[in-house]
Each structure stands twice: as C-alpha cells, then as structure tokens.
C-alpha cells in the first residue's frame, strides 16, 4: 500500500516538475478538463488561457502564425495527433518560440492529451529559414494535407506542398505558371471573388470547393483559406482538409446525354418566367413573380431590386416580400457601403453573405437587419458595361445561399433582366 501511495507520489511530483504545460480536452465537450501548474516566464498567468481564450490567442500569437495554432485546434476536434510551432509576443522583447504536441487517448476517443512548452532556444535555425524566401514552402510542407500558397492579389501559385502536387497532378514547374481560376471549373469561378471579399473583411473562410485536376476530373474538398502576410506581401494559405469525388461534377461532365437534359429543364424554368413577365410592368407584380415561383433548394423570403445610379451617388430600392413590409417601394440610399459599391470595387461577379450580422457594410445595417434579414445573395447587370441593376435574394436564416448553387441562381437571370426592362420602358413612357 505504501509503495502504491509512493508511486502516486513520484508521479505527482513528476508532472508538477515537467517543464511543460500538460492539457487534456474531453472532445465532445469542448473542454480542458485537466491542466498543469507550469506556466511559461514569458506568458506567466496567461499561460492556461491560451489554450481556452480565442481573444487572448489573437492578442498573443504572432498574427502570421495565428491559423498555424487554429490548424492544430481543429486537428484536436477531429481526434487526428498534431504538432505544430508558433510564435507569441513576449512584453518588451522579441517574440517567444512555443510548441504544441497533441494526440488522442488511445484508450478513451473522447480524450485528446498533449503539452505546450517553450521552444525559444532551439529556434535558431528556424529563425533563420524565416529569413529566407522558402519560408513559405517550409511552413505547408509540414502540412499533412495539400495546401497552396496564393499571391492575394493576383491569385497566382507561389507555393504547393508535395500533398497538393499529388492530388492535382501538375509538376511544381507546371504549378507555378497557374492562377486560382484554372483549378475551378469554368461555372464556379465567381467564387473566387466571394472568397476574396471575406479574405479582406475576416482574413478567413471555410467551406466547400469544387476543383479541377490537371486530366479536368473534378472532386470535392472541405477547405479553409486564411490570409497571411509575409514579408509585406499578403499570401492566401488555401488548405484542403478533406477531399473527396464529387459525383454529380463528374456525372455531368461524363455524362454530356444527361447534362443536355439538365440544361434542358433549367431552360423550361427560365422560359416559364419570362411568359409570366411578359406583360408585366409595375415593379412589385414583377418581383413577386419570382417570389410565386421559387428556386428548388433556395429559400427566399424576400427579393430586392436596387435601381443604381453611381454618378449620381445613389441607389433606388424597389422589393417584394412580407419581411420587408413597412418599407416603402423606391427608397433612396447612398451609393457609399451599398452592395453595389461592394461589387464594382472588388470587380465581383455576384456577392454572397453569410451572416449580416457580422458584415461591416453600411447598407446591412441600415436595411437588411433591421429587416431580419441575416444571408442574401446579389447579382449585378450591366447596360453598356455600366452596372444599373442588382437583384437580391433575401433570407432571414444565416448562410442560406452557396456558390454550389449557381448555376441555380443563373436560371433567374434572363427573366429578371426582361422584368427590370419591361419597368423601365413602362416608366419612360410616363
């Protein structure tokens, strides 16, 4: 009985005295149940916080290396082991070097273990590789999944892992002459400038991406995109987290019997509304066309229909819906932080947002909020290369519209375009 109690004792004291910050997470619940006394000099009581507080992290971490510290959290929800090494800001000197060692419990699932200790005096060579070009390369080679280093200005490959080599199938040489378009099939590429906006509003995004091998063959990948700087040159750090066979890509593109039967009932959906418009000139019997005939998959509560006049410093705001009920039909807002301004300065093909709620556009909280409204999808036409029209798509749920699901959208298109003409012949005629 002693020498049990002596054991206990020894290994007590053991943990106490590991010069590391010793972590377990109960998984399911999203919680540290059990922590160490040591703290880093460094960090001191903060030390424990840094594993629960996602503001004190983004106070501590090193910008740059922030996504590196979320990368390994994520791994911790998913139960797959994960290392990985950052860097914190220390008070009044250079930063401090801190590792992290993770992996689940080999005897529970629902318990994920490991350690943070200080790493400051075996970074040297680190160091040094940071100051070098191939930095870059080396933070995603340490990746066990395909990561792609995109210029965020141009879209262009700066870098790939050996992980991203294999799955698209290009040469490093071949990788490096490609912009992020060329992996996109050519319906989805206005995703690229969804994803933009929210690198320049949130510095991340996370979703689904269809993408394109070197052979054409598509797939479907679970990505996280992050925006980094380095060396005053901003980078989008592109990781595929999960990848597989997007099926209904492939059956279209093998299948090209069945895609003209597709295309060919989206013609119907389409043709269908125009008969319906055809006659139609006042504004709100026209929008409630599209309310009366809704998209398969697309909830819409409500739809918007912004008359733009950029010279002039305005946009004219007509609607349908109940949600917007109260509001009166053509109310005057400023260009300035409207869905328009958003789209003309990023040059985006359409806008999708997510959730209101966090937007910072002027034009969310002066009308959509207000209103309930929490995601939308914006589509703009053009007359004579100058933007006049845009259509919005209003839902009072978060995330209700995806780029998946534009070729969906595209059916409205033609119709409302014909819709808005019809309005504007009518009113000249006035």
């Known amino acids: 009985m002693a020498e049990h109690h002596n054991q206990a004792t020894d290994l007590r004291d053991f943990i106490n005295d590991f010069q590391a910050l010793l972590w377990r997470v109960e998984v399911t619940r999203s919680r540290i149940d059990y922590l160490n006394d040591w703290t880093i000099p460094a960090l001191g009581k903060r030390t424990k916080r840094l594993l ?36 914190a800001k220390a008070p009044g000197g250079d930063p401090i070097w801190l590792k992290l060692i993770g992996t689940p419990s080999s005897r529970d699932p629902e318990l994920y273990s490991g350690f943070l200790l200080e790493v400051t005096d075996t970074a040297q060579s680190v160091s040094s590789i940071l100051e070098k070009s191939q930095l870059a390369q080396v933070a995603i080679e340490q990746a066990d999944y395909p990561v792609l280093l995109l210029d965020f200005e141009d879209k262009k490959v700066a870098a790939v892992n ?24 050519p319906l989805n590429v206005g995703e690229i400038n969804h994803i933009s906006e929210r690198m320049l509003f949130d510095r991340q995004w ?79 019997d026209i929008l409630r066309v599209f309310l009366d005939n809704p998209l398969e998959g ?26 917007f009920k109260g509001m009166k039909q053509g109310e005057v807002f400023s260009y300035k932080g409207t869905i328009a301004e958003n789209i003309q300065r990023f040059k985006l093909d359409h806008l999708i947002v997510d959730e209101t709620m966090d937007s910072i556009k002027t034009i969310d909280w002066a009308l959509f909020i207000p209103k309930g409204i929490r995601s939308y999808f914006a589509k703009a036409f053009y007359t004579r290369g100058v933007m006049r029209t845009v259509m919005i798509l209003c839902s009072t749920k978060p995330s209700s519209f995806s780029t998946t699901q534009l070729p969906q959208y595209a059916k409205l298109y033609k119709p409302f375009e014909l819709g808005i003409l019809n309005w504007r012949r009518a009113k000249r005629k006035k």
């Open 298 to 323: 697309v909830p819409c509560e409500g739809i918007l229909f912004s008359d733009i006049y950029g010279k002039k410093g305005k946009v004219v705001v007509y609607y349908a819906g109940k949600v």
């Open 52 to 87: 629960k507080d996602p503001e004190l992290r983004k106070e501590i971490i090193l910008e740059e290396d922030l996504h590196l510290f979320d990368e390994f959290m994520d791994k911790v929800k998913q139960g797959r082991q994960a290392s990985v090494v950052f860097r």
């Open 162 to 185: 050996s992980e991203a080599l294999a799955l698209f199938g290009y040469s490093l040489n071949e990788f490096r002459s490609l912009s992020l378009s060329e992996l996109y099939p």
């Open 206 to 284: 996370s979703g689904s991406l269809q993408l394109l091998r070197k052979n054409r063959e598509p797939f479907l990948a679970e990505a996280e995109v992050r925006l980094i700087n380095y060396k005053s040159r901003r980078l989008m750090r592109l990781s595929l987290l999960r990848i597989h066979q997007n099926r209904e890509a492939a059956w279209e593109t093998g299948a090209p019997e069945r895609t003209k039967a597709k295309q060919a009932a989206r013609d119907r959906y389409s043709q269908a509304l125009k008969e319906k418009l055809r006659d139609l000139s006042d504004i709100h």
